[in-house]
Every structure is written in structure tokens, then in C-alpha cells.
């Protein structure tokens, strides 16, 4: 086993996250199509992705309220949510000797789901447990300390997005990874000259790690 860290992100990196979506928008009874492409909107102005709701009147409080609701519709992440790719790239990076934690913005419930799916890591924490969320550095900081404390540049975090992941990890001292898939991979992009190793799937991750530590 090398000293070298693979920190793993959960949304649209493990997480296919298409089904909570159209959760969300049959919950409100708008066409999947259309709240699909407010999302991308939200995204392409740079909006947070609570701020999809806001394209159809629908307050904080409103969808807030609403999350119990829509976590029992949801019922967690199942085998059809998790991408194909993400047991065979976590197998490749433990052959190969990387340690591996996972951790992401997500409720503190994630960590057992994630487990009930056989997906496993010498770390697992979700920001709810940790009370503190991406992109703030102390995230990174407190990831940091879970790991036991190695030199950030022994450590990659790979991630979906531009904002929450790659440049907070950057500032951080850490290996950055970009997974460009789901929504925020596709219509983010790097700013110039950010040095960060960019990715299409978990396959090529596995592939090509060794170059994120170069």
C-alpha cells in the first residue's frame, strides 16, 4: 500500500444523480424534461442547485419542508443510482494500493446506504456528520485530519464539480481530479491554467491516477 490517498466524491462521481431529480420534479408536477433544463440554467449562471426551485415559485421553506417526502420516495441510494464504473474503479484503486476514503456532501444516512451497496473505504463521511460542507476549506481541513493527517499533496479528490471540488481541493494543497459527467460536468468549465487532471469516467480514473500525483 503506497501513502498516497484517493478521496472520492458521492454525486455524479459513485451517484447517478438522475432519480432524485425527477423526484423532485414529479413532487412539484413539473415535466422532467423542463425542470432538467432549469437545472442546467441554475448551473450555467453558476446558482446553487436549490435555486431550481426558484424558476417555478417554489420558495426554500416550500421545498425544504418537502424533503421528508421526498426521501420516502427516494428510499436512499439504491443499486440502480450507483454508476458502473464505481466498484470497479474503488477495486482497481485498492489493488493498486491506494487508500481510499469517500467524502461528500450528502446526509449523514449516505454513509450506511453506501455501505449497503458493498461500497466501502478506510474513510466514509458525509458533510452532515462532519457539520461542514464543500466548498469551505475547513471541509478539506477536517478531511484532512480524517485521513490522519498526510501531506495534502498525498492526497486526490475527485470530484464532479469545478466549484465544490476542484478548486477548493486545489486551495487545499491536494491533487485535484475532475469527472466530467452529470450536470455540472458538463457545463462547468476549468478556468485557464487551473492544473487539475480531467476525466469522463471512473474507468479512465483508474487508468490514468498516477498521473494526478506527476
Not at 47 to 55: A, P
Not at 95 to 103: E, K, Q, T
Not at 159 to 180: F, K, Q, T
Request: charged content about 25%; some cysteine.
Amino acid at each position: 500500500m503506497t501513502d498516497r490517498w484517493v478521496c472520492l466524491d458521492v454525486g455524479e462521481t459513485l451517484i447517478d444523480e438522475t432519480r432524485v431529480w425527477s423526484i423532485w420534479a414529479d413532487l412539484w408536477g413539473v415535466p422532467r424534461l423542463t425542470f432538467f433544463a432549469a437545472l442546467g440554467a441554475t448551473i450555467a449562471r453558476g446558482g446553487e442547485h436549490g435555486e431550481v426551485f426558484e424558476t417555478f415559485g417554489i420558495s426554500a421553506e416550500a421545498w425544504h419542508a418537502r424533503m421528508p417526502e421526498l426521501e420516502d420516495a427516494y428510499g436512499g441510494f439504491q443499486e440502480v443510482d450507483l454508476y458502473p464504473d464505481a466498484r470497479r474503479c474503488i477495486e482497481r484503486l485498492r489493488a493498486d494500493g491506494y487508500r481510499l476514503a469517500i467524502l461528500a456532501n450528502q446526509p449523514a444516512r449516505r454513509t450506511p446506504e453506501l455501505r449497503a451497496l458493498g461500497i466501502e473505504a478506510e474513510v466514509i463521511a458525509m458533510s452532515e456528520e462532519l457539520q461542514i460542507h464543500k466548498p469551505d476549506p475547513g471541509f478539506f481541513a477536517r478531511a484532512q485530519e480524517l485521513l490522519g493527517s498526510p501531506a495534502p499533496a498525498q492526497v486526490a479528490y475527485v470530484g464532479d464539480r469545478v466549484d465544490n471540488d476542484v478548486l477548493p481541493s486545489i486551495a487545499a494543497g491536494m491533487r485535484a481530479v475532475w469527472v466530467r459527467r452529470g450536470p455540472w460536468g458538463l457545463i462547468q468549465e476549468l478556468p485557464v491554467g487551473t492544473s487539475a487532471l480531467v476525466v469522463d469516467t471512473l474507468d479512465e480514473l483508474a487508468d490514468r491516477i498516477g498521473e494526478a500525483f506527476a
